[in-house]
Nanobody, 119 residues
Framework: QVQLVESGGGLVQPGGSLRLSCAAS????????MDWNRQSPGKEREFVAR????????LYADSVKGRFTSSRDNAKNTMYLQMNSLRPEDTAVYYC????????????WGQGTQVTVSS
């Protein structure tokens, strides 16, 4: 019902910035919230940020609070993650996901985009 495609990842130096995008298609009106999660090799998937689609209410993991900002442009059906003051430990594959009304799980996931923070 919902398709998600991430983009914007790449290689950046410590202290640098990147903006990730997640383009949604399909049943956009069914989306309640969208998340960013990340995963590094050998590590558990880690929650990063959440935003409600209609109200724009955000929630952040402590590890990124004050550095990352989640936003959405409903007209473009796109969610963004602005990442500032990047650190090597931010290196991961970043995934967007969507929760729809009537569900309590995030059932729709994008393919992921690689973020590498290295000097």
């Amino acid at each position: 019902q919902v398709q998600l495609v991430e983009s914007g990842g790449g290689l950046v130096q410590p202290g640098g910035s990147l903006r990730l995008s997640c383009a949604a298609s399909g049943s956009i009106r069914s989306i309640y919230a969208m998340d960013w999660n990340r995963q590094s090799p050998g590590k558990e998937r880690e929650f990063v940020a959440r935003i409600t689609w209609t109200g724009g209410i955000t929630l952040y993991a402590d590890s990124v609070k004050g550095r990352f900002t989640s936003s959405r442009d409903n007209a473009k059906n796109t969610m963004y993650l602005q990442m500032n003051s990047l650190r090597p430990e931010d290196t991961a594959v970043y995934y967007c996901s969507a929760r729809v009304y009537g569900r309590d799980t995030y059932d729709y996931w994008g393919q992921g985009t690689q973020v590498t923070v290295s000097s």
